[in-house]
């Protein structure tokens, strides 16, 4: 027993290092800071939550556009706090996930490489600066939604099939860029229970165990608002409809070629992103012939859905599932329209466990991990400025495109520094209470150069992952048989 102990103390030693930077950073470096919007927003959210419940939530807030799972956590968090979360508290839950996904990587690069790899992927995650910017300088959630899918990646690994199955789609009810993990989860299902072992219930049952979550997770809120008026009213499959009229809407408020990512659609149009960090370029901008942005970043994306899909379909085992699950994740930040700065952070956690695999792996995981640290960095580190009459070619007033730290958001929200809108203005304004938080050389990563540099370098880490899907597929990591077994 005692050498067990003696075992886990150099994980606990990472483990407790990675909080304590982030305890540091969120409580002592920049109490009550981060970005300010996202950090209102969550607030306001807990306070709807705490005085009215689920039942009427997404009518009586317009500002909200996150499906229900992560807003039981805000619920939580107003109901302690009589509807006033501070937001220290707001930034906790991600800092504690951030823990979470570190030991889940140990667990599942472990059963790959051995306990110094699993020691490797979580220190490299846990001190890679993209994942503390997110937690506990940023303030917002992508870890709470990376431990769910890095939960699910790990339990489809060792063969539960049903809990894997529930995780994929309760991931999709903390943010919808986890359907990622279904492009992984749904076709290893698919090849273990119906084309390597005729096994059609152990299917059945794993898209009950699914259905079963997503029911009971959205059941208490209003959500069915969002579907079509057939489907409103019927139960469960209403509910259903409305998350996937609430993902399209909030996905309708930024038609922009890229909402601050530095992919290869900053670089495109006739005032690129590059050009000018926080002006945006309408994605209907035709790109090939009359074929619009929009549509040919859509179907890239499809495209390798379909390949990782494939390859998922003939190979099993680790490597595959950690592989496929990279590829698709980096590919929904890097090929489509409309992506925001943070949408590659589910790419670090199954990253981390390539990365442990050697030296290459590990040296291109800390370069993407740096670059994608500037991208976070331009529009974290200062408010970004817009003109009077709106950004980029669209309008400014309600109902219109709003870049980061303007005050509305959602229908009906108020210009920036108009009304109904919380102003932009210099360093440290305020919103609600938390004060933007102020970093450094935040014009040097917004310059052209650097933008195109990250643009560029990003770009080419997902023609390198891309390389590397096709000598998994033909057989290149491990035995294919690997897991022997379901559970």
Request: proline fraction near 7%; hydrophobic fraction near 55%.
């Amino acid at each position: 027993m005692r050498g067990d102990v003696r075992k886990t103390l150099p994980l606990l030693a990472v483990l407790g290092a990675g909080l304590l930077l982030r305890l540091l950073l969120a409580y002592v470096l920049y109490p009550g800071q981060g970005f300010a919007t996202d950090l209102q927003l969550f607030g306001g959210w807990a306070r709807s939550l705490a005085a009215g419940g689920p039942a009427a939530f997404y009518a009586t807030t317009p500002s909200a556009n996150y499906p229900p799972a992560y807003l039981y956590v805000l619920w939580a968090l107003g109901a302690v706090t009589g509807g006033q979360p501070p937001a220290g508290l707001l930034k906790l839950p991600a800092i504690l996930a951030d823990v979470g996904v570190a030991a889940l990587l140990y667990r599942l690069a472990g059963r790959w490489r051995g306990p110094r790899a699993g020691l490797l992927a979580a220190g490299l995650y846990l001190f890679i600066p993209v994942t503390w910017y997110d937690s506990a300088l940023w303030g917002q959630v992508d870890a709470v939604a990376a431990l769910v899918m890095v939960a699910a990646l790990v339990l489809l690994v060792e063969g539960w099939s049903e809990p894997a199955a529930a995780l994929a789609v309760l991931g999709v009810l903390v943010k919808p860029q986890a359907l990622v993990c279904l492009v992984v989860v749904a076709p290893v299902l698919v090849r273990r229970h119906l084309l390597a072992r005729q096994q059609p219930v152990r299917l059945v049952t794993s898209a009950l165990a699914a259905v079963l979550t997503g029911a009971l997770v959205l059941a208490p809120f209003d959500i069915g608002r969002f579907a079509s008026p057939a489907l409103a009213g019927v139960p469960v499959l209403g509910s259903f409809a409305g998350l996937v009229g609430l993902i399209q809407s909030a996905s309708a408020q930024y038609s922009v070629l890229t909402a601050n990512a530095y992919n290869a659609w900053a670089l495109v149009g006739p005032q690129p992103l590059v050009a000018a960090v926080g002006r945006w370029t309408a994605d209907s901008l035709p790109v090939v012939g009359s074929v619009s942005a929009s549509t040919v970043g859509t179907v890239l994306l499809v495209a390798v859905a379909l390949l990782v899909a494939a390859g998922l379909l003939r190979r099993d085992g680790v490597v595959p599932i950690v592989v496929g699950f990279t590829v698709i994740a980096f590919a929904f930040y890097a090929l489509p329209t409309r992506v925001h700065e943070r949408y590659l952070f589910p790419a670090f956690t199954s990253g981390a466990v390539l990365a442990a695999a050697g030296l290459a792996g590990a040296a291109g995981y800390v370069v993407t991990g740096l670059l994608n640290t500037v991208n976070l960095h331009a529009v974290l580190a200062a408010p970004l400025g817009f003109s009077g009459r709106g950004f980029g070619g669209f309008g400014g007033g309600p109902g219109g495109f709003r870049g980061p730290r303007a005050g509305g958001f959602g229908p009906g929200g108020g210009s920036p520094g108009g009304p109904g809108g919380g102003g932009i203005g210099g360093p440290g304004f305020d919103l609600g209470g938390v004060t933007s938080i102020q970093l450094p050389l935040a014009e040097l990563a917004r310059s052209p150069l650097v933008a195109a540099v990250v643009a560029v370098g990003q770009t080419a880490a997902m023609v390198a992952l891309l390389a590397a899907w096709i000598l998994v597929m033909k057989g290149a990591g491990e035995p294919p048989s690997s897991p022997a077994h379901s559970r």
